[in-house]
């Protein structure tokens, strides 16, 4: 089983773009800090959610570079505008 929140896997990081996976990264680090601040203190219960949050941070960054590389591509802007169309 992999490490990290579901909600994060690559699948779902694929389908995002770049903006929204640069908003995910920020809330991650917030939510890394605090965590962070919260063990140094004594006040974490699940220490297992820093090492999750690390590799979903560790993921979003990968696919990040793959798209800065040419390795992956960032979904059509055709399909967004078709959703944004839907709601």
């Not at 690559?10 to 605090?34: C, M, P, R, V």
């Not at 802007?77 to 078709?82: E, N």
């Amino acid at each position: 089983m992999s490490v990290g929140t579901a909600e994060y896997s690559i699948k779902n990081l694929n389908e995002k773009t770049d903006a929204e996976i640069e908003d995910f990264l920020k809330k991650s680090k917030e939510e890394l800090f605090n965590l962070r601040f919260q063990s140094a203190t004594g006040q974490l219960e699940n220490t297992s959610r820093l090492k999750a949050v690390k590799h979903d941070i560790a993921r979003m960054y990968t696919v990040l570079r793959e798209r800065e590389l040419g390795i992956s591509q960032a979904p059509s802007d055709a399909k967004a505008d078709s959703k944004a169309e839907e709601k």
